[in-house]
Every structure is written in structure tokens, then in C-alpha cells.
């Protein structure tokens, strides 16, 4: 957990920077009686072990292995690919698609490229939440392509569990790794 250390120093310290970027204000009227000022953003105290968390849902994902899945989630647990529309699943869902994933990959992996974690105190995203960036590898079956694809997942923890997962991919990577070259068009449409 010596990352999870230097990840929580460089939030803390991100957290600093941008507490000495407020601007400064001149108002010298006595704030005896004013709430305190809550910070936006802090190091959520559940750092590791909502980052454990986290871990074992992607790494039970590569298995399709619907027990730990349903362990580590919340019975209303959400899961959304972040596209337009916005496609969301439950962990059913999840499951199944990942399941599917078993059938047409091998060798799948996952390389934790970096994962923080953080408590949003007031507003409509309040609550600790996990952020992961990450390479997953697998092998096509069908072509014996190997591809890796960056992605990052944003989670929401409640009570120990994933209750709100957003995930971005890089679709592109997967196109080029099977060959296909985007060619950008000169014409107007």
C-alpha cells in the first residue's frame, strides 16, 4: 500500500496548491458566529480499503466470477459506459457481458496504472470515491489480435461498496490494434 501513501501525499498535496490558489478577500468582518468552511475535496479516510474494493471487482471482472461481484456491490448497484446515450447496467448485466467477453478473449489482464481515492463533502456527488486509470489486455479469439485498452473508472462508494461505477475506454485502441485506420475526411458536411 506504499502507492496508496504517495497517491494520498500527491492528493493532499493537489488539495494545498489549489487552497493557495482561492482568491483572497478583503471582507475583515468578525466570522465568530459563521459556519465553518468546508473543503470541497479531502483524502477519504476509507482509502484502502475502498481501493481493495475496487481492485477486486476489476480483477473478478476478468473471471466473470459473479459471486465476488455481488459482493463488493451494492444491491442497486449501477454501471454506466460512459457513451451518448449514457448506457447503464445493473450487475446482472455486468456479468452477463463479461461472461460474453470469456467466450470471444484470453489472456485477459489488468495493469493498475494509477488509483486514488477521495471523500466529495457537500453537493450532489458527495460520498468517497475510487478513481482508477488502467490497461486491459486480452487476446481475440477469433483473429488472435492482442490489444491493450486504457480506461479509467470512476466509482462511488457506499458502506463499503460499489454503489456508482462510471467507465471510459479508449475505443480507438481496439480498432487499431485489429488494423483499422481512421482516415479523417477534408470534406464539409
Request: hydrophobic share 35%; aromatic share 10%; glycine share 4%.
Amino acid at each position: 500500500m506504499k502507492n496508496v501513501f504517495k497517491l494520498n501525499f500527491a492528493i493532499f498535496m493537489i488539495a494545498i496548491i489549489f487552497q493557495g490558489c482561492q482568491p483572497e478577500t478583503s471582507d475583515t468582518s468578525d466570522t465568530s458566529d459563521a459556519p465553518d468552511e468546508v473543503n470541497p475535496v479531502d483524502i477519504s479516510p476509507n482509502s484502502e480499503a475502498d481501493i481493495a474494493v475496487v481492485q477486486s471487482y476489476i480483477d473478478a471482472l476478468l473471471k466473470a466470477d459473479s459471486v465476488t461481484l455481488r459482493s463488493v456491490t451494492t444491491s442497486d448497484f449501477q454501471a454506466s459506459l460512459v457513451k451518448n446515450p449514457i448506457d447503464s447496467s445493473g450487475i446482472d448485466e455486468v456479468i452477463s457481458s463479461w461472461a460474453a467477453n470469456l467466450k470471444t478473449r484470453s489472456n485477459q489482464t489488468n495493469e493498475t496504472v494509477a488509483v486514488m481515492s477521495v471523500r466529495v463533502n457537500e453537493g450532489p456527488y458527495q460520498g468517497d470515491w475510487v478513481q482508477y486509470w488502467g490497461n486491459y489486455s486480452a487476446s481475440m479469439n477469433e483473429t488472435g489480435v492482442d490489444i491493450i485498452v486504457p480506461y479509467f473508472i470512476n466509482t462511488r462508494m457506499k458502506n463499503g461498496k460499489m454503489d456508482r461505477s462510471f467507465s471510459y475506454y479508449d475505443r480507438l485502441a481496439i480498432f487499431e490494434a485489429q488494423g483499422y485506420k481512421l482516415e479523417l475526411s477534408d470534406e464539409e458536411d
